[in-house]
């Protein structure tokens, strides 16, 4: 079964520094998410991309989150200088279509020191 | 923001007999809710979803129901079995196209042998 995979499956990274995190959709599918949870607290939405652009975000996905699908295949999310408060399991997902159910990746855990 | 409450953090139920998992929404624009199976280390899992044009949708063992009314779901698992223990999170989306999901805190089944 088609799944969506995610890289790395952990990630440290110092303050300030950025990070990349990549995540490969499932091929036919034609909407991504970001998803972060951080420990202890609920799966929250960060940002919903389709045809090449952003769809809609949240608060939390400020100027220093960008995303990106550099191919037709990656799916890419960027904190440019990462904070304490960033280290969090982050979930990217995709879905055929819109409101459709929406596949997981196994997730990145960022841990920043 | 409470928008999507799980109020019982856990469950615990013999194999062989029913669980039911609860989920109550506060926000009236919902209109698609899902349910996600979690395990340890890895991403959500898609298990069933349902519209707010139905009030039961039925997949093998599992059953969703939707009282749109009281604005709450639950999710009945018959027959329980080992392999069901897990975090279950409930999640609702409004209209539209790219609807980003609104998750639950999960509660956490364990089924006994």
């Known amino acids: 079964e088609p799944e969506v995979t995610q890289t790395p499956s952990h990630q440290v990274t110092q303050m300030g520094q950025e990070v990349i995190l990549r995540c490969v959709p499932i091929s036919n599918h034609l909407y991504f998410y970001w998803y972060r949870q951080i420990l202890g607290q609920k799966v929250e939405f960060l940002v919903s991309f389709y045809n090449n652009e952003i769809s809609e975000k949240s608060e939390i996905f400020d100027d220093q989150f960008s995303v990106e699908r550099p191919d037709g295949s990656n799916f890419t999310l960027k904190i440019r200088s990462t904070k304490l408060e960033d280290s969090a399991m982050y979930f990217c997902?995709?879905?055929?279509?819109?409101?459709?159910?929406?596949?997981f990746g196994d997730g990145t855990r960022l841990s920043i020191l | 923001d409470q928008q999507v409450k799980q109020n019982s953090p856990s469950l615990s139920v013999q194999e062989g007999r029913i669980s039911i998992l609860n989920c109550d929404y506060t926000n009236s624009m919902f209109d698609y809710f899902l349910w996600y199976k979690k395990y340890p280390a890895e991403g959500p899992t898609f298990l069933i979803s349902i519209s707010s044009i139905k009030d039961k949708n039925e997949d093998g063992r599992f059953t969703v129901f939707l009282n749109k009314s009281a604005k709450h779901l639950s999710l009945h698992i018959v027959p329980s079995q080992p392999g069901d223990s897990a975090v279950y999170f409930c999640?609702?989306?409004?209209?539209?196209?790219?609807?980003?999901?609104?998750f639950g805190k999960g509660i956490t089944l364990s089924v006994r042998p």
């Open positions: 997902a995709s879905s055929e279509w819109g409101n459709q159910p929406q596949h």
């Open positions: 999640a609702a989306s409004a209209a539209g196209a790219n609807s980003k999901l609104t």
